[in-house]
């Protein structure tokens, strides 16, 4: 018993709609992680006796709100940025959320500024 750990039971694998094809699924897929959480805590991390504890329900997004300062609010995404295979982005805030950390969330044009890798236009 000394050996028991919920995380061993009780894992997430992120779906994403192409996961299950054959051949190029596993390029969609992100890795299985140990999760917290069960159906009555607050970060919930449901999960199905059919399917042994295998997460089925869990907040994707998280956002900590700070009202007196809006550049101290958090948020945490996760499948990351990009929902592009082959993109930096892709799962790259999954690690972060599984740990149930956050990054900033940037509010005031100049810090949006600071931090932009790039500038994305799309034009009809």
Same mark, same amino acid.
């Given at each position: 018993?000394?050996?028991?750990?919920?995380?061993?039971?009780?894992?997430?694998? =992120?779906?994403? !709609?192409? *996961? $299950?094809?054959?051949?190029?699924?596993? %390029?969609? &897929?992100? =890795?299985?992680? !140990?999760? *917290? $959480?069960?159906?009555?805590?607050?970060? %919930?991390? &449901?999960?199905?006796?059919?399917?042994?504890?295998?997460?089925?329900?869990?907040?994707?997004?998280?956002?900590?709100?700070?009202?007196?300062?809006?550049?101290?609010?958090?948020?945490?995404?996760?499948?990351?940025?990009?929902?592009?295979?082959?993109?930096?982005?892709?799962?790259?805030?999954?690690?972060?959320?599984?740990?149930?950390?956050?990054?900033?969330?940037?509010?005031?044009?100049?810090?949006?500024?600071?931090?932009?890798?790039?500038?994305?236009?799309?034009?009809?």
């Amino acid at each position: 018993m000394q050996d028991w750990a919920w995380g061993k039971l009780h894992t997430i694998t =992120p779906g994403h !709609p192409f *996961g $299950g094809q054959p051949i190029i699924g596993n %390029v969609f &897929s992100l =890795p299985t992680q !140990p999760l *917290g $959480g069960d159906n009555s805590t607050v970060s %919930v991390g &449901s999960y199905s006796f059919l399917q042994p504890f295998n997460v089925t329900n869990h907040p994707s997004y998280r956002m900590i709100v700070d009202l007196a300062n809006w550049e101290s609010s958090q948020a945490i995404y996760a499948g990351g940025q990009s929902g592009q295979p082959f993109s930096k982005h892709f799962g790259d805030l999954y690690p972060l959320w599984v740990k149930g950390e956050y990054n900033p969330l940037l509010y005031s044009p100049a810090a949006i500024s600071a931090k932009k890798e790039a500038v994305l236009t799309l034009e009809p």
